[in-house]
């Protein structure tokens, strides 16, 4: 790999070969076993304790779908205004186009583009990931999400699905 100096920081880029090697490792599907968020020495669960949902992840595009697994079902498919606002609070879902960078020593870079989410206030912004795969789990870290008002680290991880 070829490394290039600039302005006293190392940079690289990696080949197409590279590029398909780290993708190998992401591609599929995975089914998410926990999700935290850490703002200074406090951790929450955003969707609850227990979460369920999926990644999955094709050659070109990130998707996400995390809900909180204790949420009630409401009586009908129809909802309420008040059903309508707890299931929404109790979600998050979107989409978009990612590249990737190589190992670092934080894993695998990814940045996701997103182009479609259940919550607009994330459209057409950046989601950067830093992933480490081992055997059939991802390990999956996002520093400065702001959560809340305040900036939080948040983490999940997930098992192989398919």
């Known amino acids: 790999m070829k490394k290039i100096r600039l302005a006293g920081a190392a940079a690289s880029s990696p080949s197409h070969a590279q590029q398909a090697i780290i993708k190998d490792q992401l591609i599929g599907s995975w089914r998410v076993l926990n999700l935290k968020a850490t703002t200074g020495d406090k951790v929450t669960y955003p969707l609850g304790e227990q979460v369920a949902g999926y990644v999955t992840i094709t050659p070109t595009r990130f998707w996400l779908l995390f809900v909180d697994a204790a949420r009630k079902a409401p009586p009908a498919p129809a909802l309420t205004d008040a059903e309508a606002i707890a299931m929404m609070k109790t979600q998050v879902a979107w989409t978009g186009k990612y590249t990737t960078a190589e190992q670092a020593a934080e ?44 900036t939080s680290v948040v983490e999940f991880e997930l098992v192989k699905a398919d």
């Open 107 to 150: 894993g695998i870079k990814l940045t996701t583009h997103v182009d479609a989410a259940s919550n607009q206030a994330i459209f057409d912004s950046d989601r950067v990931y830093f992933i480490r795969v081992h055997g059939n789990k991802m390990m999956v870290k996002s520093p400065g999400v702001i959560m809340t008002g305040q």
